[in-house]
């Protein structure tokens, strides 16, 4: 768990917020796919009186602990300096630091300063050690559903529901993704969604999203008669052309 995710680089500073454990509650994670990054963020600064953070990590972290390259990353984190946060917090997790106390706090960091990516890249590497992280595996979802990733989305949300079965907010998630390719799949999901969370917190929009999938499905099969009656007729007037036609009789010259 040293190693830090590939393809990570460093953001622009902006806002952060404070530390708190992985395993956040659903609450947190169960957000619009969409505001989503921007609310897991947490877009306030905690003040500018926190202790001096070091200019350059290059040179001023030779001889620390990994404790205490985490504590500096948390510090900038705390003032909003998402770059030397990062760093520190990486190098941190290179020298054996417990990446579940390291993560939710990279996370924020990538997040505010709207590195989705690198965000995402960090959670994965995780995943790939901690498969079974419910909380964690939807925000990896809702991740892959805001970069237009839909397969991903889609594959570890059916992780999710394979560990959690009862996980209303996936079934949330998969009838959003659905909506735009699977009127009757995207309905199962919402319905299902209501008979786990009636009361939840996606419960308004999702009643508001199924009305509109019921109403385009009825303008769908409405619409269907007339085709059929279009083709229908189209294949008896091919046929009535046919039997009009004069046909050589057999032996005629």
């Known amino acids: 768990m040293g190693n830090v995710a590939p393809g990570c680089t460093f953001a622009q500073p902006r806002a952060s917020a404070a530390d708190k454990p992985l395993n956040m509650t659903r609450r947190t994670f ?3 796919p969409f505001a989503l990054i921007l609310a897991v963020a947490g877009l306030t600064a905690c003040g500018a009186t926190a202790p001096r953070v070091p200019k350059d990590p290059s040179t001023e972290s030779g001889e620390r602990t990994a404790a205490e390259l985490f504590r500096i990353g948390k510090l900038a984190a705390d003032r909003g300096d998402t770059v030397r946060a990062e760093q520190y917090l990486a190098m941190s997790l290179e020298r054996g630091f417990d990446e579940a106390k390291v993560l939710p706090i990279m996370l924020r960091v990538c997040l505010s300063s709207s590195r989705v990516r690198a965000a995402l890249n960090y959670a994965e590497h995780y995943l790939r050690e901690h498969p079974d992280d419910v909380h964690l595996r939807y925000l990896v979802a809702t991740l892959h559903l ?10 570890n949300l059916q992780h999710l529901l394979r560990v959690a079965p009862n996980n209303a907010d996936a079934y949330y998630l998969l009838g959003i993704l659905e909506s735009d390719t699977d009127d009757a799949e995207a309905v199962r999901d919402f319905r299902k969604y209501l008979e786990l969370a009636p009361h939840g917190q996606h419960s308004k929009e999702v009643d508001s999203r199924l009305t509109d999938l019921m109403v385009r499905s009825s303008a769908h099969q409405d ?6 009656v279009i083709e229908r007729t189209a294949k008896s007037e091919s046929a009535s052309d046919s039997t009009s ?3 050589a009789k ?3 010259p």
């Open 250 to 252: 057999e032996g005629t």
């Open 223 to 228: 619409s269907r008669p007339a085709a059929v």
């Open 245 to 247: 036609s004069p046909v």
């Open 30 to 32: 169960a957000l619009l």
């Open 146 to 155: 805001g970069l237009r990733q839909y397969q991903e989305a889609r594959l």
